[in-house]
């Protein structure tokens, strides 16, 4: 695995991105708050697997908070609908099992 320890700074107007790939998917790992506000953050790219360190003013790491809580809410619809999804199928399948005579108490 990758590793870079060397701190990068992230533009003040987007998403930090991975110091080797340029991905902008960078996860953060360790948040360390400096005195004056600003934010040491370790990321992790999930393309490359290299580890930066970010130094990021409040502002950026406000910004970067907020992007990945959107994504999280992202990622918890999706599976959300995803369970939905497979418990309609599942349910489904049994019935029709259930019509068709392929299920007896005995199964259970
Ligand atoms: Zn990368």
């Keep these: 695995m ?3 320890q060397a701190h990068v700074s992230a533009s003040s107007s987007s998403v ?5 790939c340029l ?7 360790e948040w360390d708050q400096e005195e004056g506000g600003g934010w040491h953050v370790l990321v992790r790219c999930p393309e490359c697997f290299r580890l930066s360190r970010l130094r990021l003013t409040a502002q950026q790491a406000r910004k970067f908070r907020g992007t990945m809580e959107e994504a999280a809410h992202s990622l918890e619809s999706t599976a959300d609908m995803l369970d939905l999804q497979v418990f309609r199928e599942t349910y489904i399948g049994f019935v029709q099992a ?4 392929l299920v007896w108490p005995m199964d259970f």
Excluded: F, H, K, M
């Design 2 to 4: 990758p590793s870079d």
């Design 16 to 20: 930090p991105a991975c110091s080797g």
């Design 23 to 29: 991905s902008e998917l960078v996860q953060p790992l």
């Design 98 to 101: 259930l019509r068709d005579g």
